[in-house]
């Protein structure tokens, strides 16, 4: 059984960088690839980005000039870092991970991430 568990800030001020850390549970050997979504109700679920095992990268065109995914592997965790941060950016973050790029298997609960001042 395979779980994941978001932490971060819950709030953030416009402008600042926030660092979001997924910590995986269990077995997660057949997982290549480590995602970062994030649903909003103006946007609906997005896709951030993703890291690989092997160290490549992708980040949607839209966030990728704010966006760094980078993993931990002595932890079993990964990181989500967004620069810059706007209200936009308020939204339910998800972590989740795959076989796949296309198939993000496992999935965190989740954490709010509020841009305010």
């Known amino acids: 059984q395979v779980q994941l568990q978001e932490s971060g800030p819950g709030l953030v001020q416009p402008s600042q960088t926030f660092s979001l850390t997924c910590t995986i549970f269990?077995?997660?050997?057949?997982?290549?690839?480590y995602f970062w979504l994030r649903q909003s109700p103006v946007k609906g679920l997005e896709w951030i980005g993703f890291?690989?095992?092997?160290?490549?990268?992708f980040y949607v065109p839209s966030l990728k000039n704010r966006t760094s995914i980078f993993r931990d592997t002595s932890k079993d965790q990964f990181t989500l870092q967004l620069s810059s941060a706007t209200p936009e950016d308020t939204a339910v973050y998800y972590c989740?991970?795959?076989?796949?790029?296309?198939?993000?298997?496992?999935w965190g609960r989740g954490t709010q991430v509020t841009v305010s001042s």
């Open positions: 989740a991970i795959g076989p796949l790029n296309t198939y993000p298997a496992y």
């Open positions: 269990g077995d997660a050997s057949t997982a290549h690839f």
């Open positions: 890291v690989m095992s092997s160290g490549h990268f």
